[in-house]
């Protein structure tokens, strides 16, 4: 079964750029999810999606961090104007029965 | 709001040696409580889960975890750790409706062969 596949891998971009990542759930998964780890702490919800309805946006930072989940398949997070506190591990996840979570490998934002 | 805290950051310790990590976790209401894994260069894997009956939950590779109602506790045990256990641990907690999966802090624990 294919997991969770997450792009770019790796991105260095500058202060006030902007970037996006993109996430292909497991085929069938309903429930999506987009965390944020920064280096030594522990993932945090940034915005849960239930097929293409937002469920959680709650620790999402809505003046510079956008998500979309069209067609209720893929996602897209997008962070403008991006800040130095932005340097983080973003996750993707998707579970089919929102108990059993699979993450990606996630994709690594460096912001200079 | 749910709060999920572990006790430890980092542990060291040598092959063979037993292993518990401590997890405490704060919310009103039902909850669910895992323990995923972190393996250097890997994704988050599932080590284990609990939602009811038994409080103690056996997991994969040897590791079971203890759910202590009273405590707010899901601690983390494994009899003898091998160098492959060598990892970052995180202790979660989920609402009973199936939503937003809470982290602490993560344990990193190294095993010295």
């Known amino acids: 079964e294919a997991g969770v596949a997450q792009s770019p891998r790796y991105k260095i971009i500058e202060k006030r750029q902007s970037v996006a990542f993109w996430c292909n759930p497991i085929s069938g998964h309903a429930t999506l999810y987009w965390y944020q780890q920064i280096l030594g702490q522990g993932p945090k919800l940034l915005i849960q999606?239930?097929?293409?309805?937002?469920?959680?946006d709650s620790q999402l930072p809505k003046d510079r961090f956008s998500a979309e989940r069209l067609k209720g398949v893929d996602s897209t997070l997008k962070i403008q104007p991006a800040k130095l506190e932005d340097s983080a591990v973003y996750l993707c996840a998707s579970s089919l029965d929102s108990y059993t979570i699979y993450f990606g490998e996630g994709s690594w934002l460096t912001v200079v | 709001a749910q709060s999920v805290s572990q006790h430890n950051h980092h542990v060291i310790l040598s092959e063979a040696a037993s292993l518990e990590l401590g997890c405490n976790y704060s919310?009103?209401?039902?909850?669910?409580l895992f323990w995923y894994v972190q393996y250097p260069g890997q994704h988050l894997q599932l080590l284990l889960k609990?939602?009811?009956?038994?409080?103690l939950v056996k997991g994969i590779k040897g590791f079971e975890a203890e759910f202590i109602k009273s405590k707010f506790s899901f601690n983390l045990r494994k009899p003898s750790v091998q160098w492959s256990d060598t990892a970052e641990y995180f202790c979660a907690v989920m609402d009973a409706a199936g939503n937003k999966l809470t982290f602490g802090g993560g344990t990193r624990v190294l095993v010295k062969p």
């Open positions: 999606f239930q097929n293409n309805g937002v469920v959680d």
């Open positions: 609990y939602f009811s009956g038994d409080p």
């Open positions: 919310y009103g209401g039902t909850v669910n």
